[in-house]
């Protein structure tokens, strides 16, 4: 294997951070139908699902804030930071480039370095979840376990159904990023390459 | 003047005759004389009669405002009707009835509501020892209307005074929210039907409006309260009604969103609470079907204690309208579930979709790539 095509683009600390949240989310989306859909699923029983929930919830709260500190302490939360004046024009070549010139055999116009490792559609769509999405779904989340330990909070935020709503419809957005983020992970120069990389740290170029 | 006395002989041993065919009737004991002593916050006696049977001394005092509010006071219920066995009162003495008196026998009068507790927990816990009486949970003399309770009324007049809820229940998730909103009947006892009661309450100060403060707010009498609130005349408030009062009161300036709880329906049944038999079943509520939310209603107390009682469509407990209360699974919000439902769909059919267009071009990547060599 020539080692010089390969780039080092995910470290250890990020690499754990992954799959600690990919299990995370996996368990979390089941118990949360089991929750929602408690007289339709029966999976396991609903007291349960609301523990193991509540559980891995907590867990992914401490492993946001891992993944947190390491971007922030490293410096490389930029790669998060959308360059307003790239932004658009990088986004339309790369829909492009989905929606047409993958079909086609066209090369990706984005070239993936360790400081670059997003593609401006990633790079919106991460910036979202990581800053916005996941720190709502955190925080409803935390609202929903101790409802009347968080009352005050609650009401002023509009009230529990109001909060149930912002989890519930980040449940499902949640649920369809993973479905598309697993797809879009086979989109590599081949099927498991990304896959791979997640695991070794490397991604070949 | 020989003819008034003739007449009043005569009515006198009428009177008399009456009282010997039936004593009580001259005899009859006051309330007013009992509070000639009981009025007196120093009374006290020492006794026994506790659900430990320890000696303590207990207050003989009775205050009268509150007694006169008192549900028995309020259905004609005087003194000796409980203490029946005081037949007289001789005041020669210094204590004009014996001193130690019969413990009051509820079940007389309450007599479903005996057969129920005697096959109930609190029955069985004789067989330690400990006896408990009904006003070791009612009291004594000030039991009032409970209907319009709230689920922290009846718990701390009842349950509570000896169960504390956090040592047990360790199996419950969100502790609480569940004490705080459900009255612990509703699981102990679950063979008693359900209600859900929708009260005001402003969020800011915590405090619950009584229906004199809504009803002076909308400007209508009791009467006016339902046809106000009711413009399809259906006779069941649906949720924009409920919008329209939350409205209404808005712009009284009264802030009040609803608060809701799951109690249960005043029957003699639900004093048989059994060991081992609460529900555990956490789907028998938090179900979109459950039958815990067959009954919603709002309440109207009015001035002379009565109750109204209005029944409101269940499909509010669904609504935004209800923004402050959502059972987990039970009243989720269906709109919701389809944009899920329609979020995941996309995300399946986009990766889907685009893989299959992804197979169907192999054939021009592949040509594109021979071509280029």
Redesign the interface.
Known sequence: MNNEKRLYVHPGPVRVWHWVNALGFVILILTGFQIRFADILNIMPLQDAITIHNYVGFTLIGNYFIWLIYYLSTGKIKIYILDVRTLVPMAIKQMLYYGYGIFRGDENPHHMTPDNKFNALQQQAYAAIMLIFLPAQMLSGVFLWKVKGYSDYIHLLGGIKTIDTIHVILFFFFGSFVMIHCYLATLGHTPLAHFKAMFTGYEDH | MKKMTRLTKCYGLFFLFLCFLWPSAGLAIENSECMDCHSDESLTKECTDNILQTSITESLYVDEDKFNHSVHNINGITCIDCHTDIEELNWDEELPHKMYLEPVVCTTCHEEEGEAYKKSVHMEILKKGITMRCYACHGYHYVEYSETATVAERGNNYCLKCHNPYQYHE????K??HF?MVECVVCHSPEVPNKIHLNFID?VSNKLYTSNEILDALGVDYDEFMPLLDTNKDGIINSSELENLALMLRLKNIHA?FHVELLAELLPIAHEVKRGTAEQD??KC?????TYFDSVSILMTRDDGTIDRYEVDRAVLES?N?????L???T??KL??K???L??A???C??LG??T??IF?IP??RK??TDKK
């Open positions: 199996w419950l998730p969100a609480e929210a705080s969020l969103v956490c789907v938090h179900s979109a079907n459950s935004y209800l923004s402050h209360f959502y987990m699974s039970g989720r919000v919701l579930d944009i899920g439902f979020l995941l996309g995300g399946a986009g990766a685009h893989l267009i992804r071009t021009i990547r594109r790539k």
